[in-house]
Every structure is written in C-alpha cells, then in structure tokens.
C-alpha cells in the first residue's frame, strides 16, 4: 500500500510591532496588542524590559555617543557586557554581500541587507531560507510591523527583538549622516 503525503499550511509568521520610534518610552507588542517588552533608555543605558515576567531584564545595551557600546544579558555570560560589534560582527558574504552576523544560544544567525531600510536574517547553515524580515521605518507605520518572525523562530523572538534594535538604530544614524553631508532628501522640514 503506498502511503500517502498529507499537506499542511505552515503556521503564517508572527508580526511584531513597535509603538513609538522614541527609544525612551516604546514598546514592543505580537498582535493583536499583547505587550512583550518595554524599552527605556536614560541616554547612557537602554533597557529591555520583559513585560511578561515582572522585573525580568532581558538585555541593557550601554551607550557611547550615537550607537551602544556594549550589551548585557542579566540573564547570560554572568550579565558580563560584551561588545556590540563581538554579537553581531559585521562581515561580507561570498556573494560580496554586506552582513552582520548574530552570535546566539542556538548558533550564528545572519542579518543580510536586502536594502537600506529592510534585512532579513536566515540560520548561516541556511542562506536560502529567512527565519525574519525586518523593515526599519524612520516613523511607526500604522498597520505595518517592525518585524516577522516564522513561526519556528520563536526561539530566537528575544535575540531579533534585541538586534532589530541595534540594526534600527544604526540604519537610522546612517540616515541622519547622509542628510548632514549630503542635505535632505528636498522634503519640507518645516511643515
């Protein structure tokens, strides 16, 4: 007797949202609105808190001047800081593609740049398929989230929540570089 396949339909990817661009007081939220985490930041620590376990802090990014220098997980590595650029280290894949690639509990994981404001991140033993897309929007876009996670990524929700953070700052400050050198991009900044 010859078995037969059965297909299912895969499990539709998670959005995520943000609700402000404000590091000082976002939060990020699954929908339909189920707060995850809060961001606070003081100008010299940006904390993530974890609204689903009181007190629980899920990373505390210490800041220089523009970008963190240095990240904790209170909960990994004896809360020790460990470089930003050591967890995700920037690099150039085969294919001339510019990368970071994210160090975490389940092995290394790849931010690929598709273009200046999105990045998908794939497993680096397998570039063909993302696990996330990532899109980082200078203004919350209504009804547009922050990110998708595939649904067996959950794993790894708190390790792209917190490079998304990094990734959307420093995509942001390149941002605001090209408009100190180069000038705006011709829209209105007074209205």
């Given at each position: 007797?010859?078995?037969?396949?059965t297909?299912?339909?895969?499990?539709p990817p998670?959005?995520?949202?943000l609700?402000?661009?404000?590091s000082?007081?976002?939060?990020?939220y699954?929908?339909?609105g189920?707060?995850?985490?809060?961001?606070?930041?003081?100008g010299k620590?940006?904390?993530?808190?974890?609204?689903r376990?009181?007190g629980?802090?899920a990373?505390?990014?210490h800041?220089?001047e523009?970008?963190?220098?240095?990240?904790?997980?209170p909960?990994?590595?004896?809360?020790?800081p460990?470089?930003?650029?050591?967890?995700?280290?920037?690099?150039k894949?085969a294919?001339?593609?510019i990368?970071?690639?994210?160090?975490?509990?389940y092995?290394?994981y790849?931010w690929?740049?598709?273009?200046s404001h999105?990045q998908k991140?794939?497993a680096?033993?397998?570039l063909?398929?993302?696990i996330?897309?990532c899109?980082?929007?200078?203004t919350?876009s209504?009804?547009?989230?922050?990110?998708?996670?595939?649904?067996d990524a959950?794993?790894?929700?708190?390790?792209?929540?917190?490079?998304y953070?990094?990734q959307r700052?420093?995509?942001?400050?390149?941002?605001?570089?090209?408009d100190?050198?180069v000038g705006?991009?011709?829209?209105?900044?007074?209205?």
């Amino acid at each position: 007797m010859d078995s037969t396949t059965t297909l299912v339909n895969p499990t539709p990817p998670t959005p995520y949202f943000l609700t402000s661009t404000d590091s000082k007081n976002a939060t990020f939220y699954a929908h339909p609105g189920i707060p995850l985490y809060t961001i606070t930041d003081d100008g010299k620590q940006m904390i993530v808190n974890d609204r689903r376990t009181p007190g629980r802090i899920a990373a505390i990014f210490h800041q220089r001047e523009i970008l963190p220098n240095t990240i904790s997980f209170p909960e990994r590595n004896g809360n020790a800081p460990i470089s930003v650029q050591k967890w995700l280290r920037k690099t150039k894949l085969a294919d001339g593609t510019i990368a970071f690639v994210m160090g975490t509990d389940y092995g290394p994981y790849v931010w690929k740049i598709i273009s200046s404001h999105r990045q998908k991140v794939y497993a680096q033993y397998d570039l063909d398929r993302p696990i996330a897309s990532c899109s980082f929007h200078a203004t919350v876009s209504n009804g547009k989230p922050a990110f998708l996670l595939e649904y067996d990524a959950e794993p790894l929700r708190e390790d792209i929540l917190l490079a998304y953070l990094l990734q959307r700052q420093r995509v942001i400050s390149e941002d605001r570089l090209i408009d100190v050198f180069v000038g705006s991009s011709g829209a209105d900044k007074t209205s």
